[in-house]
């Protein structure tokens, strides 16, 4: 049986066929019978059928994330890791200020541990990295013949590797080539990259287990990124010792990284919303929408994030928080990097973008020498409104979220007694209260933004499509953009 908005067109076409499209139109003959406009009007459904393309929704999900190694001193392991692997040569990243750092010390004393394992170290990568500091680190690359990679640093280091590695293997492509549509040509990749190791040392962006790369377009003022299959690491190595050194506000801006990963994921438009189904396996994207094996690790990355993460903010050598945090920002990882996320990403990327021309703020705690709103903060901004604007579209999903920011049970009183209409309202305020908690700016004006600055900042987004198909009443209503609803998400989010 076709659904009923199929129908509705297949009886207007019928209708408008009858009075029109007949050739005899006006005949009044009583030998001119129904049949006969019956033929036609199946003529005419072909007719309008025949150039178009049916767009059918997706009907199956994938499972896809890096093997991952969890455990207290593991980085150790990677010089044998590499040495399994048949390592040739060995292209390591990190950023100025983890090559000082324990974790790189460990991570090179392993590798000079094996015989004839030679490596060469690229300690520039950028945080918050751009399309000029990925073409750095690409040409470096380019000049070397690595057959392995590996990365040590968080999520700007390793996605900057997962780049390197990419255009090692398409040595005469160009970056935009496969940098996600509309922004770039989103080309599928087809050929095995070389074996890349990350070893993340903050607990945020679970890049370790994804094929999600992100980098700031600087020409245009916003982030956007190459999010495939091809990209994910073959190990992530998990080890609790290397946020040790980690400073309380990069933990915490991690820690919301992991927040926002795991609630707009549990959030997206179910995989089977989402159109159109790929015409050949190797086009469905990494981001496929919520799917029964994302919710179970999404799920859980919340809780635990909601129950450590202001732990850490209080005592950054817990160490016991840290360690659930790492598994929390991994378990996320495994989640969004197969459902995907939506609108408090897509919004993030030109409000930490513009930043850079706009209000030039420069997060407290942050070492850099540029202005910087930290990723996790930049997706917090939005947070409260954006979970106000979907809670419509999954009450039940959204009152989980609400329980757990809340500190009951789903089943709670205080949770089953609240309307689906105004479930929105109340997990926008118990949101809002966890980001107080955690000292984060409240909203936009509280980083610089000024009112006249929000179409931009819905410019910025509206490029967003691989995110912001994935969200609901957006992704899923046919012809929505999403320009009507995203000014209204940041003008609530501009102060609150």
């Given amino acids: 049986m076709a659904p009923a908005a199929t129908r509705s067109t297949i009886f207007r076409l019928i209708n408008a066929s009858q009075h029109s499209a007949c050739p005899c139109h006006g005949c009044r003959s009583a030998t001119h019978n129904h049949a006969h406009h019956g033929a036609l009007a199946l003529n005419q459904l072909r007719k309008f059928a025949t150039p178009v393309q049916t767009v059918e929704k997706e009907y199956a999900f994938e499972v896809a994330a890096s093997n991952l190694r969890f455990g207290e001193g593991v980085t150790r392991e990677v010089g044998m890791d590499l040495k399994n692997m048949k390592a040739r040569k060995v292209g390591v990243f990190t950023d100025p200020i983890v090559a000082k750092l324990k974790p790189m010390r460990v991570a090179l004393e392993s590798l000079e541990s094996q015989e004839d394992l030679p490596f060469e170290v690229y300690d520039q990568v950028l945080a918050e990295p751009t399309e000029e500091s990925w073409r750095k680190a690409i040409a470096w690359a380019r000049q070397h013949d690595f057959s392995h990679f590996l990365a040590v640093g968080g999520g700007s280091v390793i996605d900057t590797a997962k780049a390197a590695n990419l255009f090692t293997v398409y040595k005469d492509a160009d970056l935009m080539d496969f940098v996600n549509a509309p922004v770039g040509k989103g080309l599928p990749i087809s050929q095995t990259l070389r074996p890349l190791i990350a070893v993340p040392t903050t607990a945020g962006t679970g890049s370790e287990t994804t094929g999600a790369a992100i980098f700031d377009v600087t020409s245009r003022a916003f982030k956007t990124g190459i999010a495939n299959r091809a990209l994910k690491p073959v190990l992530g190595v998990v080890d609790t010792a290397n946020t040790e050194s980690c400073p309380t506000a990069v933990h915490i801006s991690a820690g919301l990284d992991v927040l926002f990963h795991s609630l707009e994921s549990y959030t997206a438009i179910p995989y089977t919303e989402r159109t ?114 979907t809670a419509p579209s999954s009450p039940d999903r959204h009152r989980e979220a609400l329980a757990v920011f809340n500190g009951v049970t789903v089943t709670d009183p205080s949770i089953t007694s609240i309307p689906d209409s105004e479930v929105g309202a109340y997990l926008f305020e118990s949101i809002a209260s966890f980001l107080d908690g955690l000292g984060v700016p409240r909203g936009l004006k509280a980083v610089g933004y000024n009112k006249s600055d929000i179409s931009m900042l819905v410019e910025g987004t509206l490029p967003q499509r691989r995110v912001l198909d994935l969200a609901p009443n957006i992704g899923n209503v046919a012809g929505e953009d999403g320009r009507e609803h995203l000014t209204r998400i940041m003008e609530a989010s501009f102060e609150y």
């Fill in 276 to 389: 159109p189904r790929p015409a050949n396996p190797i086009l469905r994207p990494a981001y496929q929408g919520s799917n029964p094996v994302a919710d179970i690790f999404s799920m859980w990355a919340l809780r635990t994030t909601v129950k450590y993460l202001p732990r850490i903010a209080k005592d950054r050598g817990d160490h016991e928080a840290r360690s659930q945090m790492l598994l929390a920002a991994s378990f996320a990882g495994i989640g969004f990097g197969n459902a995907g996320v939506h609108l408090c990403h897509g919004m993030s990327y030109p409000i930490s973008g513009l930043n850079k021309k706009g209000p030039k703020y420069k997060h407290p705690g942050y070492v850099v020498d540029h202005p910087i709103i930290p990723h996790g903060i930049s997706v917090a901004l939005s947070g409260p409104a954006v979970f106000q604007f």
